[in-house]
């Protein structure tokens, strides 16, 4: 067997290579519009003065979550302010954000459609698997071919990274609604389209805001690694410090990392099921609304019961001798 050896990473490459030849317009045209969004969202991220932008963070942390999430939050932020990685962080968050949409644009379409078709569900299931298990980095080299450097690649590699989970879990949910409740649907005769958007997508929310959550922790672990490729952000400071043997500012990085992901983890679980956090804001507004409602509701039927006893008295009872 010396000698023998198939060359698959030489054909990869020869692929590769042909696909960048020709479509190079292709890939100027989204290299264009990534930098364009995720520019965008730096530059809006930047522009909110930094006392009101950690106040509106803690409002949302309280308004989805608690009022201990939104001082957590508070605390939290002001902290990245403090290690002067505000700038960073932001970049962070902006490449998190503006890959985790295109990430979910493409996952929850596919998982509609697995769970739908078993043929689409066959096919995709091995590619997936391929996606999950191949090695971080790897995706970062093709991605650097066709975009060069800078936070394009770094985009690209982190959207294939964290794509599997969003169409699995998806796919999961949307599988898992009670086939009784569909065929109910059915028979008050709702086309499948009314049944997806009615029945099947309402009960599988929450296993879907699952999936979204998964898609925003692994688009951050990659975004993480997207600083090799030059991507600005908490990433490559952390690339940085570790080419420098920096401790103290590959510590401070990393825990700006941390505080963004607890952040984007708790509000986004929050999402997911918000009946579960009574505490947020949403919950109190919400009590006091049906408390009200209530409250309104029995005022008027009180008010019916007297209009009906004003319409109709009752007769004095006769009492015979």
């Known amino acids: 067997m010396d000698g023998f050896r198939i060359p698959i990473g030489e054909w990869v490459e020869g692929v590769v290579d042909w696909i960048r030849d020709n479509f190079e317009g292709f890939f100027d045209l ?8 995720v520019d965008g969202l730096t530059d809006g991220l930047l522009a909110v003065p930094v006392p009101i932008a950690i106040v509106l963070f803690a409002l949302l942390g309280w308004l989805l979550r608690s009022w201990q999430m939104g001082v957590g939050t508070l605390i939290s932020f002001a902290l990245i302010v403090a290690m002067n990685l505000w700038i960073p962080a ?11 949409l295109v990430a979910l644009v493409i996952a929850i379409p596919l998982g509609i459609w697995s769970a739908r078709n078993d043929t689409v569900r066959a096919i995709l299931k091995p590619v997936l698997d391929f996606m999950q298990t191949m090695p971080a980095f790897v995706y970062l080299i093709p991605a650097i071919t066709f975009f060069s450097i800078g936070v394009v690649p770094g985009l690209v590699a982190t959207v294939i990274f964290a794509l599997p989970p969003g169409v699995r879990l998806t796919e999961l949910g949307i599988r898992g609604v009670d086939s009784e409740t569909v065929e109910a649907g059915h028979a008050f005769g709702a086309k499948p389209g009314q049944i997806l958007r009615g029945i099947q997508l309402p009960l599988a929310m929450p296993t879907i805001m699952a999936g979204v959550n998964q898609v925003i922790m692994l ?9 090799i490729v030059g991507a600005d952000g908490l990433g490559k400071i952390v690339v940085q410090s570790v080419s420098t043997v920096n401790l103290a500012l590959g510590v401070e990085a990393g825990l700006g990392v941390v505080i963004i992901a607890v952040f984007l983890d708790r509000v986004t679980a929050a999402l997911g099921s918000p009946a579960e956090y009574r505490s947020s804001l949403l919950g109190v507004l919400g009590r006091r609304r049906n408390a009200s409602a209530g409250a309104a509701n029995g005022s008027h039927i009180a008010a019916e019961q007297a209009d009906r006893e004003v319409a109709s008295p009752r007769r004095a009872p006769i009492i015979t001798p």
């Not at 932001?90 to 985790?100: F, K, P, R």
């Open 30 to 37: 989204i290299a264009l519009v990534v930098r364009f969004l």
């Open 90 to 100: 932001m970049q962070t968050l902006s490449l998190v954000l503006v890959a985790t």
């Open 219 to 227: 688009a951050l672990s990659m975004a993480v690694l997207a600083g």
